[in-house]
T-cell receptor, first 111, second 115 residues
Framework: DAKTTQPPSMDCAEGRAANLPCNHS???????VYWYRQIHSQGPQYIIH???NNETNEMASLIITEDRKSSTLILPHATLRDTAVYYC????????????FGAGTILRVKS | DTGVSQNPRHKITKRGQNVTFRCDPI?????LYWYRQTLGQGPEFLTY????????KSRLLSDRFSAERPKGSFSTLEIQRTEQGDSAMYLC?????????????FGPGTRLTVL
């Protein structure tokens, strides 16, 4: 079962930062936070993951609160192509551990 | 790297027919996963291979479903006696398999429609 809570949908203006929240209040010490997104009719695309430190890559930044009970994915300059379903997933670091997807957040970037 | 590829991209079949899908993982990735996604839902795990060994199967994988990865490279997912409830997107993912936190990369999926 999914262990995360995300808002069902969000809107963002093109060129602005998109901040997508995720609650994972029951996260365990050995669970990582992963973010994927899925553009319509495509396979999920990996974005970023982290354990407790903030992480940044070419796609996004991940901010994890100190108590690790919530996190925020930041797309710094959203474009229309960022319109997608964004999934926040907590995952134990074990070999072969599957991803458990929830319903995600539909992000609509508008011009 | 070429990404994960899946064939066919779309399959329409009649109820009761058998179908087979193929997944080619990223080169040198030794873990391969199958997921299923129905309309409006997130993907759900079906099964997982470490090289040629099938290590985990979901309860979603009924006895009509069989998956193989005979040489530890590509994998096939077969559905026998298809039912309308099998209509879904079937997704394949692969990962390198050298760390516990290795990232899974997904293919474009095969969309199955059972009439």
């Amino acid at each position: 079962d999914a262990k995360t809570t995300q808002p069902p949908s969000m809107d963002c203006a093109e060129g602005r930062a998109a901040n997508l929240p995720c609650n994972h209040s029951t996260i365990s010490g050995n669970e990582y936070v992963y973010w994927y997104r899925q553009i319509h009719s495509q396979g999920p695309q990996y974005i970023i993951h982290g354990l407790k430190n903030n992480e940044t890559n070419e796609m996004a930044s991940l901010i994890i609160t100190e108590d690790r009970k919530s996190s925020t994915l930041i797309l710094p300059h959203a474009t229309l192509r960022d319109t997608a379903v964004y999934y926040c997933i907590v995952r134990v670091a074990e070999y072969g551990n599957k991803l458990v997807f929830g319903a995600g957040t539909i992000l609509r970037v508008k011009s | 790297d070429t990404g994960v590829s899946q064939n066919p991209r779309h399959k329409i079949t009649k109820r009761g027919q058998n179908v087979t899908f193929r997944c080619d993982p990223i080169s040198e990735h030794n873990r391969l996963y199958w997921y299923r996604q129905t309309l409006g839902q997130g993907p759900e795990f079906l099964t997982y291979f470490q090289n040629e060994a099938q290590l985990e199967k979901s309860r979603l994988l009924s006895d009509r479903f069989s998956a193989e990865r005979p040489k530890g490279s590509f994998s096939t997912l077969e559905i026998q006696r298809t039912e309308q409830g099998d209509s879904a997107m079937y997704l394949c993912a692969s990962s390198l398999g050298v760390q516990t936190t290795d990232t899974q990369y997904f293919g474009p999926g095969t969309r199955l429609t059972v009439l």
